[in-house]
Each structure stands twice: as structure tokens, then as C-alpha cells.
């Protein structure tokens, strides 16, 4: 069955650290990977999508197929990083997995 | 530009009733989501509407069912209430029939409470 683990429920770090968000996937055809950002009182929206390789406000993805992981970086952590984070596959014509999320600290 | 809109906020019902939520989309797009968050669990897939047709729908049973309107407007409605059907439910909004490569848009959930 499809999967998206995100190992780490919370997750904090210090200003100006780096900062990996891990997200495993299982799926046996060809994944469309997301990264989704709640931040506190504001609605779930997009950060990124593995199919665009872009880099929103400093983060990144890359998908390791052969590790089948889709983690979440960014060298730098800025305090307004702080936010729940959910990784999400979509399959099959519009069925989507979504992890069960992570919740990053930023500490000044 | 206005976003996806959800009503009602919260709804308090008892177990084996029956509850509506609904969901207006942003204007253009023609695909509307429906997903549940139960405490302390992730986003779990319910349905997936477009051009005013069902699409997919995830694990659950029969009594999760909805529609989407002619104006792309869409209700959830879940009969037969169990206690754990006690969630958050978000509704999302897309443009486009490949809906799996589009930006979904959120809105704020309804939070349903069974009794």
C-alpha cells in the first residue's frame, strides 16, 4: 500500500542551523511528491513540488528514488520556518498520502 | 482574490446522524478535495471531485459520500455518525483536470464533533 512516513514528530533547531525534514515514501510506480507548510492560525499550502525542482524560501527537495525519500532542507533555519510540515504523494489520478507531519521549532 | 471557503466552522452532532459540510472553491478552479485529520494523525484522503464528477476516493467506507454542484461548489456528507469520525475536515481546491499536478488550495476546515 502507498505510504509516506515522516519519522520525526517534532523537530527543533537552533537559528542558523541547518535543518532536514525527513519524508519516506513507498509507492511502486512513479511518485508526484509534495512538501505542505501549516504555519500557526494560517491554512495548509503548498512549499514545493518534487516535479518543479525549485527552491521556495530557501528549501529544497530532492527525490532519491533509490532510497525512495523526499527530505526537506535548508541550510540556514530562520524563526519564521517554524511551522508544521507534511509531506504528501499523489497517485493514481488524484488520490493523495499525506504524512502525519512534523512539527519544526526554529529557537533564536 | 477570495479562497476556499468552508462552512460550517465547527458541527456538534450525536452518534447516527447525519452531517454536511461544504466547500466553495476558489473561482476558476474545478477541482475540489475533501480530506479528514483526526487528532494526533495525518491527512487522510477522502474524495477527489472534478468537472462535477467523482474521481477517486480514498479508504473509506460508503457512508463518506459527497457531490460537487454545477458552480464547483462541493458537499461532504457523512452518514451514520461514529464517535471517531470526530475530525478536522479540510476541503481543497485546484484547477485543471490533471489534478494531480496542480497546487492544491486549502481551506480552514470544519471540526466535527460526534457525541
Known amino acids: 500500500a502507498q505510504r509516506v512516513t515522516q519519522p520525526e514528530k517534532l523537530l527543533s533547531v537552533f537559528k542558523g542551523a541547518p535543518v532536514e525534514l525527513k519524508c519516506n515514501y513507498s509507492y511502486s510506480g512513479s511518485p508526484e511528491l509534495f512538501w505542505y507548510v501549516q504555519y500557526s492560525r494560517q491554512r495548509l499550502q503548498l512549499l514545493l513540488r518534487h516535479i518543479s525542482r525549485e527552491s521556495i524560501k530557501g528549501f529544497t527537495a530532492d527525490l532519491n528514488k533509490g532510497e525512495t525519500s523526499f527530505h526537506l532542507k535548508k541550510p540556514f533555519a530562520q524563526e519564521e520556518d517554524s511551522a508544521m510540515y507534511y509531506c504528501a504523494l499523489t497517485y493514481n489520478a488524484g488520490k493523495s498520502t499525506f504524512g502525519d507531519g512534523t512539527t519544526l521549532t526554529v529557537k533564536p | 482574490e477570495a479562497g476556499v471557503t468552508q462552512s460550517p466552522t465547527h458541527l456538534i452532532k450525536t452518534r447516527g446522524q447525519q452531517a454536511t459540510l461544504r466547500c466553495s472553491p476558489i473561482?476558476?478552479?474545478?477541482?475540489v478535495y475533501w480530506y479528514q485529520q483526526a487528532l494526533g494523525l495525518g491527512l487522510q484522503f477522502l474524495l477527489w471531485y472534478d468537472e462535477g464528477e467523482e474521481r477517486n476516493r480514498g479508504n473509506f467506507p460508503p457512508r463518506f459520500s459527497g457531490r460537487q454542484f454545477p458552480n464547483y461548489s462541493s458537499e461532504l456528507n457523512v452518514n451514520a455518525l461514529e464517535l471517531e469520525d470526530s475530525a478536522l475536515y479540510l476541503c481543497a481546491s485546484s484547477t485543471g483536470t490533471s489534478g494531480i499536478y496542480n497546487e492544491q488550495f486549502f481551506g480552514p476546515g470544519t471540526r466535527l464533533t460526534v457525541l
Open positions: 473561482s476558476g478552479h474545478t477541482s
